[in-house]
C-alpha cells in the first residue's frame, strides 16, 4: 500500500469551525514521497452574508470584498473541487486506502474545520479518506526542538521555519498554499534532524 499524505492548511474567518468558515484551502497530495498535485481552493466563506461589510480576516488581511470577487468560488463549488482531489487518490471504500492529513498545528486547526467542511456539505464518509490521527508537524517539531524549545520566543510556524533557515515563497506567512509549502519543507527538515 502506498503512504499517502495529503498537506493541508486552511485559512478562516475565526477560531470556531461551528460559527466561522473556511475561506482558502491549499493541499498537496503525496504519495510515496512524490507530490502528484497541488491545489490552492478559495472560497466564499459559508457565514459571508452574516460578515459586516468592512470585514477583514483576522489573519492574512482578507476582506469581504476580497472573497466576494471571482477568485473565490462558492462553498459547494469547492467542497466538490476536494472531492474530485480526494477521489482521484484514495478508494473510500478501501479501508486501508486513505490520506494522513499533515499540517502545521493541524490536529487541533485544519482538521475541525475540515470535518465541519464536510459536515456543512452533508457528507458523513471523512473517515473513509483520512486516517483519524494527524502527522502534526508542530507536535513533531515541538519533539525534536524539545531541548532548544526555550530558545524560540514562541511556536509559530514562521518562527520554527526561522530556526531551520527556511524562508517562504509566494505570497507570505497566513497564505494557504505558501504555508502549506512551507510546511512541507518543515516536515523534511525535521527528517533530516
Known amino acids: 500500500m502506498s503512504l499517502k499524505i495529503l498537506y493541508l492548511d486552511v485559512e478562516t474567518t475565526g477560531l470556531h469551525p461551528v460559527k466561522d468558515s473556511i475561506h482558502q484551502m491549499a493541499l498537496i497530495v503525496e504519495i510515496d514521497g512524490l507530490i502528484y498535485a497541488k491545489h490552492n481552493i478559495k472560497m466564499k466563506p459559508s457565514n459571508f452574508n452574516t460578515l459586516p461589510d468592512d470585514y477583514v480576516t483576522p489573519v492574512g ?22 472531492k474530485e482531489i480526494l477521489n482521484t487518490h484514495v478508494n473510500r ?13 493541524c490536529q487541533s486547526f485544519d482538521t475541525p474545520f475540515l470535518r465541519e467542511f464536510f459536515s456543512k456539505n452533508q457528507d458523513t464518509y471523512y473517515g473513509a479518506y483520512f486516517y483519524s490521527a494527524t502527522l502534526d508537524i508542530m507536535i513533531l517539531a ?17 518562527t ?26 518543515l516536515y523534511l527538515a ?3 534532524a
Not at 93 to 105: A, E
Not at 144 to 150: A, G, P
Open 61 to 82: 488581511g482578507i476582506t469581504k470584498q476580497m472573497m466576494a470577487g471571482k477568485d473565490y468560488v462558492t462553498q459547494a463549488a469547492g467542497y466538490i473541487q476536494l
Open 93 to 105: 471504500f478501501d479501508k486501508t486506502d486513505k490520506f494522513h492529513i499533515s499540517g502545521y498545528c
Open 142 to 158: 515541538a519533539n525534536v526542538l524539545r531541548y532548544e524549545r526555550h530558545l524560540l520566543g514562541n511556536f509559530k510556524l514562521e
Open 160 to 185: 520554527v521555519c526561522k530556526y531551520f533557515g527556511l524562508s517562504v515563497a509566494g505570497e507570505g506567512f497566513h497564505d494557504a498554499m505558501s504555508d502549506i509549502d512551507i510546511t512541507r519543507e
Open 190 to 192: 525535521l527528517e533530516l
